[in-house]
Structure formats: structure tokens, C-alpha cells
């Protein structure tokens, strides 16, 4: 038997970095129960005064917003999806899979924004091309649409679901081996609770899945509870994609460190001012001092005694502010947001003209990402078409508007071609279709396609 829980060397490598990058993203409660392994301890720093830090700990979370930015921003409009040729079951296939890609109801569009995330935080991230299930083989394709059995759907897995992997001469997956747990009451009247790891194994002709049931004190061996032959044997290709980014690209690897040593520096100075706050008494006197201090109590002074307390005069204060400033800034200029930062320095917001010219490497790091997003999805639909033997030709375009204005300079644009009278009906039809699906970009993909067919029709007839 194969040693399915084995892991691969980078992941062993990579897996705490993982762990730390997830919860630079999250922050919240999650981040503050695990600060400790976050916070550092000073030099013979007391347990006890370590631990009041640890219960008064926060966190000012830039990383996570500028993350979410970036996909909120990108996937402001959704990508425009084209499909020509084929069967016609193969195009209202894949424009109902555009609305519900999961059988959860999730878009295509939100799908793909989670695997965003999950690359700008991660690196990378993972999609596995699925179809449902049977036990009786089906004898022609109607039969096998009739069962549901060619209802392809997606899987999302996190970077770190994937534990082992081997790639060929091309670079592409041999073979792969992804790993969840889930903990769970099995009965309502049981008051166990049971940890299920599941592995699933894929090469590039079948899968095999394996599951390990854990009860406290309780261990249990591994075992294969289901294989057979996956979606895309016919393509002899393993069924799982990956969207990655570049590390020039990859955000939160550039800027986590920075926003840890923010973390530990702000609460530093938190708890200085807070101890600021309590200030200690001095007493100023030659006579020996054995009175009492305390808020019930009244202290008696010598005719040359003072009375004066301890408390910073705030120059360090004031450095460590400008240095968390500094990191705040440092922050969001390697994640390509200089601009954002100081947006409202000074009290003055910017001009939409002055903040459209700050944009501009921000706009060509998006239009990167949009880039490997648009690569990464007609990937995965060519792979289900090609798996349902189709034979749809896919396009994708869009997630390249970065502001409303954009439309109305590419309308001024088109006119601008359109009027130098150039006689090829396919470039108007590309124009038409391009200004159409932008404008319409919200819409139900069925309702596109019927849009793009009208055009063609209009246009070739």
C-alpha cells in the first residue's frame, strides 16, 4: 500500500509560512489566539507581563484590506465569457455552468475571485474539474446527460490542501495528492466528536480516495473507500489546475513580514502609553521616606521637600509613531497602492485626474492579475469541453475595466475605428460583441450568448 500521507519537501517547507500568511489575511479572533506565535517576547521579559500583553494585544490589519481590494476591484465586472462552434447542448452548458459552477450556486465570477484570493495570499491556488458519479456506466451520451452524469463542476482547494504532487517533462501534474479534514458529531445524541481525514489521489487516468476515522485515543488506520477512472481520462491529463501568481506578483509574501514587524511594533508602543498612564510618585526629600502612599492616605512634606511623578517626556514616543507611519507606507508601496496610503494626507482627498495618474502601475498589476485569471478560466472550460467532447471554441475577455470612465473612452474608441471604414465584418462583429458584453457584463451568461448570436446574426446575414 502507497504512503498516502507523505509530504512533499516543499510543502514541509512551506507549510508554516502558509499558516502565518493566512492569518495576516484573517486577523480577528483567530489571529489574537494564536498571537504568541507572533508577538515576540522581550529579552528576560516576565511570563506575567507577557501574558497581560498577549490578553491586550491588536492587530491593524493592512495587508488583508489591500488583498481584498484587488480582487473587489478586478472582479468589478464580471469576465465575459464567448463560445462558438460545436454542439449547441455543449454552449448552454458551459454559459449554466457560468452561474452555478459548484452546485452550490456559486458564479463562475465569485469562484474565481476566492481563487484569487487564495493566490495573492498563498501564491497559488487549486481547482479540481469533477463529475458526478454512478455506479451503472451509461451507454450513450443521452442516457448519461438524463443521469446528470456530464454535470461537470468545480472544487476550489487551498494551497496547502495539496500535500504531494509530482510533475512531467512539460511541467504539468503526474500525479497528486490533496488532503482535508473535517471534525464532526456523528449522531445528535452522541457526545463524541470524530476527526475524518480524507485523501484523494489523482494520476492522469484514475483516482483513488482514502479516509481515516479519528475518535480521542481512539487512532485508526487508513483506507481506500472508493477509485475508478476520473473526468478527464480520455485527455489522459490529471484533473486538477492551478492558478499561481508570479513572487513578483504575490502580495502578501512581499508584505507580510513588514506587516508582522508593524504588528509588533504598534503594540510596543500601545503598551508604553498604556503604562504611561500610571504614572509612579516621586518624592524629593533628604529625611529617610517610610510613609505610606496610596489613595486613602495623606503624605507629609519637609519644608524643602517635592512632590512630582514619573512620565515620558513622549521623544520616543513620537519616533516609534513616525516609524509605524514609515511601515504603514512601506506597506502599501511593495503591494503597488503608494498612492493609497496617503490618500487622505493632510485632510485634501485627491483628484479623480490626480488619482487616475497614481493608478497607472497599480492598473497594469491588475490587468497581470486579469491576465492570469482569464488564462486560468478558459483553461478550466476548455478542459470540461474537451471532457464532454463538445467541441466549443472558448474565449474569454474582460476584467481589464478598472474604472466606469473606462467604457465611455473605449465606446469613443470603437466609433473612432468603426468610422475609418474598414470592410471586415468580423472586426465589426468583435467590436459589437466587445461593447456589448462590458456594458452587460452583470448578465446572465445565457443571456450573452443570446446577445453575441443576435450579433452575428445582424452582422453575417
Known amino acids: 500500500m502507497i504512503e498516502i500521507d507523505r509530504e512533499h519537501p516543499d510543502y514541509k517547507r512551506q507549510k508554516l509560512m502558509w499558516r502565518m500568511y493566512r492569518d495576516l489575511y484573517a486577523g480577528g479572533e483567530g489571529f ?3 498571537a504568541a506565535e507572533y508577538l515576540l517576547r522581550r529579552q528576560k521579559e516576565p511570563l506575567d507581563v507577557y501574558s497581560e500583553r498577549l490578553h491586550r494585544v491588536f492587530y491593524e ?3 488583508g484590506s489591500i488583498v481584498d481590494w484587488y480582487a473587489s476591484t478586478l472582479f468589478r465586472r464580471q469576465p465575459s465569457l464567448q463560445f462558438q462552434g460545436g454542439l449547441e447542448s455543449g454552449q448552454q452548458f458551459l454559459a449554466e455552468l457560468a452561474d452555478d459552477c459548484d452546485l452550490r450556486g456559486t ?4 469562484f ?3 481563487c484569487l484570493i487564495d493566490a495573492l495570499v498563498a501564491g497559488r491556488s487549486h481547482i479540481l474539474i469533477d463529475f458526478p458519479r454512478s455506479a451503472a456506466a451509461p451507454t450513450n451520451r443521452a442516457e448519461e446527460d438524463a443521469a446528470g452524469l456530464s454535470r461537470a463542476y468545480l472544487i476550489r482547494y487551498q494551497a496547502e490542501d495539496l500535500i504531494n504532487w509530482s510533475l512531467d517533462e512539460r511541467g504539468e501534474y503526474e500525479w497528486v495528492v490533496l488532503r482535508q479534514s473535517v471534525r464532526r458529531q456523528p449522531r445528535v445524541e452522541s457526545p463524541d466528536v470524530v476527526e475524518e481525514t480524507y485523501w484523494y489521489y489523482f494520476d492522469k487516468t484514475s483516482y483513488r480516495t482514502y479516509r481515516r476515522v479519528e475518535q480521542e485515543n481512539q487512532p485508526t488506520s487508513i483506507e481506500l473507500i472508493a477509485y475508478g477512472a476520473h473526468s478527464l481520462v480520455r485527455q489522459g491529463r490529471v484533473p486538477l489546475l492551478t492558478l499561481q501568481v508570479s513572487d513578483g506578483l504575490w502580495l502578501m509574501n512581499k508584505a507580510g513580514h513588514l506587516q508582522l514587524e508593524h504588528f509588533n511594533k504598534s503594540n510596543a508602543l500601545g503598551w508604553a502609553i498604556t503604562m504611561g498612564l500610571f504614572a509612579m510618585p516621586v518624592i524629593y526629600s533628604d529625611r529617610e521616606w ?6 486613602s492616605y495623606y503624605i507629609q512634606l519637609g519644608p524643602g521637600d517635592k512632590f512630582g511623578w514619573t512620565e515620558p517626556d513622549g521623544k520616543v514616543y ?3 509613531a513616525d ?7 512601506e506597506i502599501y508601496r511593495v503591494c503597488y497602492l503608494s498612492q493609497a496610503s496617503g490618500e487622505m494626507e493632510g485632510g485634501h482627498a485627491q483628484s479623480a485626474a490626480s488619482k487616475q495618474l497614481d493608478f497607472t502601475i497599480t492598473e497594469e498589476v491588475l490587468r497581470a492579475y486579469g491576465a492570469a485569471v482569464k488564462d486560468c478560466i478558459r483553461r478550466v472550460l476548455k478542459a470540461i469541453s474537451d471532457a464532454r467532447a463538445d467541441g466549443v471554441s472558448i474565449s474569454v475577455t474582460g476584467l481589464d475595466e478598472l474604472d466606469i470612465s473606462d467604457f465611455a473612452s473605449e465606446l469613443q474608441n470603437a466609433t473612432d475605428l468603426l468610422g475609418l471604414g474598414i470592410a471586415s465584418p468580423t472586426l465589426k462583429r468583435q467590436i459589437y460583441q466587445r461593447l456589448a458584453l462590458k456594458y452587460l457584463s452583470d448578465a ?3 443571456t450573452k450568448d443570446q446577445i453575441a448570436r443576435e450579433i452575428d446574426a445582424q452582422i453575417f446575414n
Open 323 to 329: 516609524n509605524l507611519e514609515t511601515l504603514k507606507e
Open 444 to 446: 446572465r451568461q445565457e
Open 318 to 320: 513620537q519616533i516609534a
Open 112 to 114: 474565481f475571485r476566492e
Open 61 to 63: 490589519n493592512y495587508v
Open 290 to 295: 517610610n510613609q505610606i502612599v496610596g489613595e
Open 32 to 34: 489574537k489566539h494564536r
Open 107 to 110: 458564479t463562475l465570477s465569485n
